[in-house]
């Protein structure tokens, strides 16, 4: 099977078990959540550590998938408003196998 069909194959299966982010020219940001890995650490629970951000919702997934290009950003004097300082801006199209979400 070629990487394309791979490819192609894992999209589908990330449409029939996650969520579908943002859909058109929406900026996200995702980033891992360093505090969450210390506490499941700790505490023994899974709750998952990937956080994608928008300007209207912030939703924490186990699982990212970005369909299209995007860019990894290192800002260690201008972090996020969460603190992170490493994050994958894109516009393309994100499916999260996601766990809960926030609006904000």
């Known amino acids: 099977m070629s990487s394309d069909s791979q490819l192609q194959s894992l999209l589908v299966q990330q449409h029939t078990t996650g969520i579908s982010i943002g859909i058109g020219k929406m900026k996200k940001r995702i980033h891992v959540n360093q505090h969450k890995i210390r506490s499941n ?5 899974r709750e998952p550590v990937i956080t994608v951000k928008t300007y209207k919702s912030n939703t924490y997934c186990s699982e990212v998938f970005v ?3 995007c860019k990894i ?4 004097d201008k972090p996020l408003p969460c603190g992170a ?3 994958i801006e894109t516009e393309s199209e994100i499916i ?5 979400e926030d609006e904000t």
Do not use: F, H, I, R
Not at 41 to 45: A, R
Not at 73 to 76: A, G, I, K, M, T
Not at 96 to 100: L, Q, S
């Open 41 to 45: 650490s700790k505490t023994g629970d």
């Open 67 to 69: 369909d299209g290009p």
């Open 73 to 76: 950003v290192y800002s260690p």
């Open 85 to 87: 300082k490493v994050w």
């Open 96 to 100: 999260c196998n996601k766990e809960e």
